[in-house]
């Protein structure tokens, strides 16, 4: 494209017009930096497209231009520890190359050297993290997509052990809600349960149109008809901004609807669908036969449901940012843009 589109359709990276979550990030900061913090974890949830990563990542660069802090990111495939221990052995000599480590702590070494797994990781990291902690240093680990998967379950039971311990290590993960529940349910993984998570929501609606106001040129009305359009959900905000600028227009007319609709589809909701199960589509689709907003007794006299289960499938949808019962009680709708549209689609195709 000859032109720059400030938009981005980057998942992920920091995008240049950023509507700001204060309450959700000064939440982390002020308990992670606090002198006696009253958790060491926070876990980041909501549904594909949200914001949870770039949320993730914009706290967890906040923190480490702190003082006294060391961050690293880990990946979720590898073997999480042993990729935890390697970054901060290297952190280690580089603060002090003098510093003679136990036997053991070569092993880290080794291993890391040697890509194997080295089996006594547990008392190598608590030495170096309290070797850290000796000289005031903090860790901050941030894990993106955490599921329920062997290396997140040993990284979370060391990380809780450390917990335990008094250590100065500190967690931030984002999830997919099943992926999170999931993972807590194991018998071994039931403190986080109790570990605070926060729900990623809509963006601002005022703040939106104030960007659309700005880089199109237009009034604040048509700013905010644009903004409508996207529901604050921060992926369908670059992706209209984007298909906007690059068709240089300044209204969603037909053809940009049709683009923005199938975009949100191929990037996102396609996803979101393949990731529900069958009884929860069968939920999704009544909710979609219904009107915008719908009482959601009519819904399951609709689909001949127990209200447990009814209930059950309804909560899943709601936590998982798909469903929205914020409007009134006993009332459901949708939470992201044109996903009844999408709903509906799926099932005349
Ligand atoms: N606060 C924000 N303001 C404006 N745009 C945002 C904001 N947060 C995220 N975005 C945009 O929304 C899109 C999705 O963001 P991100 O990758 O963080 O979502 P996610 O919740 O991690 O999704 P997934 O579950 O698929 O990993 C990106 O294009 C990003 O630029
Ligand atoms: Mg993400």
Redesign the pocket.
């Known amino acids: 494209m000859a032109y720059n589109n400030p938009f ?8 240049n ?5 204060n309450e959700e990030r000064n939440k982390i900061l002020n308990t992670f930096l606090a002198e006696m913090p009253s958790t060491h974890i926070f876990i ?1 949830m ?12 914009e706290v967890a660069h906040d923190i480490r231009d702190h003082k006294g802090w060391h961050h690293v990111d880990l990946g979720t495939d590898g073997d999480m520890l042993n990729a935890l221990a390697g970054y901060l052995y290297k952190k280690y000599q580089m603060l002090d190359p003098k510093i003679k480590l136990d036997v053991s702590l070569k092993g880290i070494g080794i291993s890391v050297e040697k890509g194997s797994k080295y089996s006594d990781i547990h008392a190598d990291l608590d030495e170096i993290i309290n070797g850290f902690k000796k000289k005031g240093i903090k860790i901050l680990v941030t894990v ?2 955490v599921s329920n998967s062997p290396s997140v379950r040993a990284f979370m039971s060391y990380f809780q052990h450390c917990i335990r311990e008094e250590m100065d290590i500190f967690v931030i993960g ?1 999830g ?1 809600y099943k992926n999170v529940r999931a993972l807590q349910n194991n018998k071994t993984m039931t403190f986080l349960k109790r570990a605070p998570k926060i729900m ?1 929501g809509a ?1 601002n609606l005022m703040r939106i149109s104030r960007y659309y106001q700005e880089v199109f040129d237009i009034d604040y009305d048509k700013a905010s008809v644009l903004a409508r359009l996207t529901d604050g ?3 369908a ?3 209209l901004g984007y298909i906007l600028c690059d068709k240089g227009k300044k209204e969603a007319d037909e053809d940009v609807l049709t683009e923005y609709m199938v975009n949100l589809s191929e990037c ?1 909701y396609d ?1 979101i669908w393949e990731e529900l199960s069958g009884e929860e589509r069968r939920v999704v689709m009544a909710v979609a036969d219904s009107e915008p907003v719908t009482a959601v007794n009519e819904i399951r006299n609709k689909l001949e449901m127990d209200s447990n289960s009814f209930s059950t499938y309804k909560d899943t949808l709601i936590k998982s940012g798909i469903l929205s019962d914020r409007s009134s009680r006993g009332y459901v709708s949708f939470s992201l843009p044109f996903f009844r549209e999408f709903v509906i689609q799926q099932y005349t195709e």
């Open positions: 981005t359709l980057d998942f992920g990276a920091k995008p017009l950023y509507v700001s979550r980041l909501g549904a594909r497209g949200t914001g949870k990563t770039v949320l993730m990542t993106d997509e984002t997919l990623i963006l959900y921060s992926y905000f670059q992706t996102s996803k």
